[in-house]
């Protein structure tokens, strides 16, 4: 079962959303836990991180409508989105807005934005595939490329540790792990510098062999 995470200042907002959820078939497949904002952008996305969820939906304008708490919000859900995905890049996260203009010009990724009216017009017309199965369908994407690449990282590994990867595996290898970085914290991220090809430290390894044989050989002949 999937976790999202929907993030509304509104708690009558919350309640719409999960009604909607209950009444759509994918909800079998689906969780909703839902937070108010906090009132610094830090302190919400660590909370979005110990909550862990599989994705994130947030109302677009997150200080509009203070009915239910009682301080400021001095970000909106798209600012939200940018600051979460600048540590887990390509997360799924999605942005509900009433106010689609001012929202698409803010994100750097549009298709991430959803009218709110959408959640009632969908039994109203024909659509392939409704919000929530989106939602559901990036996260099965999004985790699918997560535990491809961690099965291919680790059977390179073991052939790195039988001696037999070659200077592409090794290549391979660093790209792989790049992009899991990128997905747990992008914050944590080893440079490349750092992340030598086996293959190279071997070839260094014979080179300064060479280099000591090649020293002897000189004193020996001196």
Do not use: W
């Amino acid at each position: 079962m999937y976790k999202i995470l929907f993030i509304d200042e509104e708690a009558d907002a919350i309640d719409d959303f999960k009604d909607y959820v209950e009444q759509t078939p994918a909800s079998k497949n689906v969780q909703v836990l839902s937070e108010f904002p906090l009132n610094d952008l830090d302190e919400m996305v660590a909370l979005i991180i110990k909550i862990n969820p599989d994705a994130v939906i947030t109302d677009f304008m997150l200080n509009e409508h203070k009915t239910h708490i009682k301080y400021g919000v001095p970000y909106n859900g798209i600012e939200l989105v940018r600051h979460f995905t600048a540590i887990r890049e390509a997360f799924p996260c999605f942005v509900m807005t009433s106010f689609d203009d001012d929202a698409v010009k803010q994100s750097d990724d549009v298709n991430i934005v959803y009218i709110k009216d959408i959640l009632h017009s969908e039994n109203k017309t024909n659509v392939k595939a409704n919000f929530l199965e989106k939602v559901v369908s990036q996260i099965t994407h999004y985790k699918a490329r997560i535990e491809s690449a961690e099965k291919e990282l680790i059977t390179l590994i073991k052939l790195r540790d039988e001696g037999k990867a070659g200077i592409m595996d090794e290549e391979r290898i660093i790209q792989l792990d790049n992009f899991l970085e990128r997905s747990i914290d992008k914050r944590n991220i080893i440079p490349n510098d750092y992340k030598t090809l086996s293959n190279t430290q071997r070839l260094e390894q014979i080179l300064n062999t060479v280099d000591d044989i090649l020293e002897k050989v000189k004193k020996h002949e001196s």
